[in-house]
């Protein structure tokens, strides 16, 4: 019977770890290694004052070309010895090639290295002193973020587990350095990640701070729009439901957004945060979807002259609106649901000489590959779709405006159409393509701002609107109150003007 690759890494890995807890030996340490593996077993008492492990005073191996070390506090056998006080084994097993953690992310190791510890047959977590990983290399890091991750077992269909950064922050002490500081034993990496420059770190609080008041205001503004929509007792039209379905998605959106980090903790179930992940991105293609939609019903309403019947329209666009994100999210989640899980975003800080990446975590797109495709890909083509059509709508209003001569008074009610119409179509997304280089600093403010109000700039679209149909439809009570007036001051038996007769 053959096995599966993840089942022959399994049962490798465990069965290495049993042979090394009950090997026999004298003294208080022995090491073991191969080309690629490198083991090392300490007996240790309930006296253990801590250990510091530096690769420079073990044997070398011909595959670790790079330096490595671990520290493990003093508090390490504390439990142990509190409810079953005897003799204790450590081991350590280094890994100089990552043929044993297959992964469903396409992400690379630095050196290739993978660093474990184990005591006894405990699982070892929740420190209150941190365990430290480092990990030396000499190849240059721009252009991308590292972050210091374990291997989690039994989050992966397809693979025997799946590189997590819970329970550990990334520290850069120097160039040529990563420090890992972790709360539990496990096996340890850097994960090496093609990424745009990380968030400068005293931009974080102001950023985050916009974010929460931002998608804050947002939700009380679709929530209010929404609440004002079912309160009115007239009949709506297609175009006021499908901007009641745009306000429904954005409101998702800012709902699982601000859930996110909350999520995103390390005593939080993984599964918890997959499913909040999922959701997010859910809410994020079907926002873009609706505003899609938006842009072709405006081509629809303006590009046609003559009325345009399509049978059950709405139906129609809602199963597209919020069809094609669900099936796109389900079948991402039957094909590969480590997608979705803990992210990390890179927080870059200096202080004096060092450099330190301080990852802050959320439930988001884990894939590289699929955040490229059905994040950044889908969006774009959103923007760019929504951009030409907002180029067209300005293109024909001028036209139409430069045909009927229409005087200068209408400027600021023009101003305030195109303003509402860019907001409409959701173009401020297109800000996320300029994050790199002189244009990181603003893309990060105004993009930020744009659109965790996005919510509340709608709300006031929605407004303008409602106003100016009111106006209109008061304007056209006061023509028709004129006309009843003049008919009823005419002579008997006189014929109206021609205009009022074809009325």
């Not at 530096?54 to 509190?82: D, G, K, V, W």
């Not at 034993?185 to 990424?195: G, H, K, N, T």
């Not at 293109?395 to 303003?419: I, N, Q, S, Y």
Request: net charge positive; aromatic share 12%.
């Amino acid at each position: 019977m053959l096995l599966a690759p993840k089942q022959l890494s399994f049962r490798f890995i465990h069965g290495l770890e049993c042979r090394l807890l009950n090997a026999s030996f004298k003294g208080y340490n022995l090491t073991l290694q191969t080309s690629t593996i490198q083991s090392l077993i300490f007996k240790l008492g309930c006296d253990f004052a801590g250990l510091s492990l530096n690769s420079a005073a073990l044997e070398p191996t011909p595959q670790a070309r790079a330096p490595h070390a671990m520290q493990f506090p003093a508090e390490l056998t504390r439990e142990t010895c509190r409810t079953r006080p005897r003799d204790l084994r450590l081991i350590c097993i280094y890994f100089f090639t990552d043929r044993y953690f297959q992964n469903d992310i396409n992400t690379s190791l630095l050196n290739n290295y993978v660093l474990g510890a184990q005591l006894g047959h405990r699982h070892v977590n929740n420190l209150t002193e941190m365990i430290n990983i480092s990990f030396w290399h000499n190849q240059s890091l721009e252009g991308y973020s590292v972050t210091c991750v374990f291997w989690k077992e039994g989050a992966s269909k397809h693979h025997w587990g799946v590189w997590s950064p819970e329970g550990c922050r990334t520290e850069q002490p120097s160039p040529s350095q990563v420090l890992c500081r972790c709360n539990h034993l496990s096996y340890f990496a850097v994960l090496m990640q093609i990424s745009p420059a990380p968030v400068p770190a005293e931009l974080l609080a102001p950023l985050t701070y916009i974010s929460v008041v931002g998608c804050s205001i947002s939700v009380m503004a679709s929530l209010l729009t929404i609440l004002l929509h079912f309160l009115a007792r007239k009949q709506s039209d297609c175009i006021t439901h499908i901007h009641m379905n745009l306000h429904a998605s954005v409101l998702l959106l800012n709902v699982t957004f601000l859930l996110s980090p909350t999520l995103a903790v390390p005593n939080m179930p993984g599964s918890a945060c997959t499913a909040l992940a999922a959701i997010l991105h859910y809410a994020l293609l079907s926002c873009f979807t609706w505003m899609a939609i938006e842009g072709f019903n405006l081509y629809l309403l303006l590009g046609r002259v003559y009325n345009v019947y399509i049978r059950r329209y709405m139906l129609k666009l809602c199963a597209v609106g919020w069809g094609v994100p669900a099936f796109l999210v389900l079948l991402l989640l039957a094909i590969k649901s480590s997608a979705y899980g803990h992210h990390a975003v890179p927080v870059f800080a200096s202080q004096g000489n060092s450099t330190g990446f301080q990852n802050v975590s959320m439930c988001w797109v884990r894939s590289p590959e699929v955040h490229s495709i059905l994040v950044m890909g889908y969006g774009g083509l959103t923007s760019l779709f929504n951009l030409v059509v907002l180029a067209w709508v300005l293109w024909t209003l001028h036209r139409l405006k430069a045909r009927e001569k229409v005087p200068g008074t209408r400027a600021c009610r023009d101003t305030v159409t195109v303003l509402g119409l860019t907001v409409l179509l959701g173009t401020t997304w297109a800000l996320a393509f300029f994050s790199f280089g002189v244009f990181l600093l603003p893309q990060l403010f105004l993009f930020t701002i744009f659109n965790s109000l996005y919510g509340f700039f709608l709300f006031l679209w929605f407004c303008s609107q409602r106003c100016r149909s009111e106006a209109e439809v008061e304007a056209k009570m006061e023509a028709l109150s004129s006309s009843q007036i003049m008919q009823s001051s005419e002579p008997p038996g006189s014929e109206p003007p021609a205009s009022l007769a074809a009325c």
